[in-house]
């Protein structure tokens, strides 16, 4: 149930919110001002490691421009009777956003053993994080697999938020087809004709034939792989390790694929391998388009916090990203006997 001391800090965490946002009652749907909307980004971003590390940027428009973060192009030279300049920006290259709504709700029970458990500070600290994480790791979920914009969405048919928006790697796949490979084949006992004996070797071949020349000894280049292959390999290189050095580089393969540090996100695809850097992946959001409501729902038991925007996904450079959507997974050597 819901105690009193859990009413008393809610009370206190709704008035806080309403004095952070300049409004009188955070009950009802409030729009989130500039400075507000860049402290709400930062602390969806920053609560998921992986999140905070790629591009999160506020427009102006629901559609444009993609807008460029970084090249790895050549930006020296020297122009005859004229001052050498590269262009920064790829032409053609839009985004679009669609309306986004985002809901968060925690329990009376919940909030009553957050009570319980700490001071009101405490209480804030969780109420804050259970939202931005939540938020976050929606934002996740689509970003690496959505693929349509439903007009009402089916969350039980699509728990990945597959038709909430287009993510990554759909983008990709529409607009710069010839960036994704459809599926290679991992066989480690090279039997199989045309497969990959280890993953060093798929992405090594991804950046020489996918990703532009210009990008392919880009510092900033990491791979994202999916859980099922990073496991795969890791068995693969332990049962077959005979030496330190051997059981060493099995160990260390979650950190890093032909020497570029490799990540693994939240709902990242199992058997998915991208080559790409992570500013190149963005999330954009339309400015003055936020809005935010928090309040306690004694009909449901529960206090919600909604979050309602038009956002979208985009990719900076096409050239400067490499997929394979799925690597399947081929047999497994057999160790010889002792």
């Not at 969350?155 to 087809?177: C, M, R, S, Y």
């Not at 954009?284 to 809005?291: E, H, P, V």
């Not at 925007?309 to 985009?314: D, L």
């Amino acid at each position: 149930m819901f105690n009193a001391l859990a009413s008393k800090y809610l009370n206190e965490y709704s008035v806080a919110l309403a004095q952070a946002a300049g409004v009188i009652d955070v009950t009802k749907q409030f729009s989130v001002t500039p400075p507000m909307e860049t402290k709400l980004r930062q602390a969806i971003q920053y609560s998921d490691g992986f999140l905070s590390s790629i591009s999160m940027i506020s427009v102006d428009q629901i559609t444009g421009q993609v807008v460029d973060v970084g090249t790895g192009g050549l930006l020296t030279g020297r122009k005859k009777n004229g001052r050498f300049t590269a262009q920064l920006g790829i032409d053609g290259n839009t985004y679009l956003l669609v309306e986004t709504d985002s809901g968060a709700a925690v329990t009376w029970v919940t909030l009553t053993q957050w009570a319980n458990a700490g001071n009101a500070g405490q209480f804030v600290k969780l109420m804050n994080a259970s939202i931005t994480r939540n938020f976050a790791l929606d934002m996740l979920r689509i970003g690496f697999n959505g693929i349509s914009v439903a007009e009402t969405t089916d969350p039980e048919a699509n728990p990945l938020g597959q038709d909430v928006n287009k993510g990554w790697l759909t983008i990709v796949k529409e607009k710069a087809p010839g960036q994704v490979i459809d599926s290679v084949v991992l066989d480690a006992t090279g039997e199989t004709e045309d497969s990959y004996k280890n993953l060093d070797s798929v992405v090594n071949d991804l950046v020489n034939n996918v990703i532009h020349e210009v990008y392919q000894g880009d510092p900033d280049l990491v791979v994202l792989v999916g859980r099922d292959l990073v496991a795969a390999e890791s068995h693969r290189l332990l049962e077959s390790a005979n030496t330190p050095t051997e059981h060493k580089a099995a160990q260390s393969l979650a950190q890093t694929i032909d020497g570029k540090k490799a990540y693994t996100p939240p709902f990242f695809p199992a058997t998915a391998i991208w080559v790409t850097s992570l500013k190149n992946l963005q999330i954009l959001t339309q400015k003055g388009t936020q809005w935010r409501k928090s309040r306690n729902e004694e009909d449901r038991k529960q206090y919600e916090s909604s979050y309602l925007r038009m956002e979208g996904y985009a990719v900076g450079d096409f050239d400067k990203f490499a997929a394979i959507e799925e690597v399947v997974i081929g047999p497994v050597p057999v160790p010889p006997e002792e």
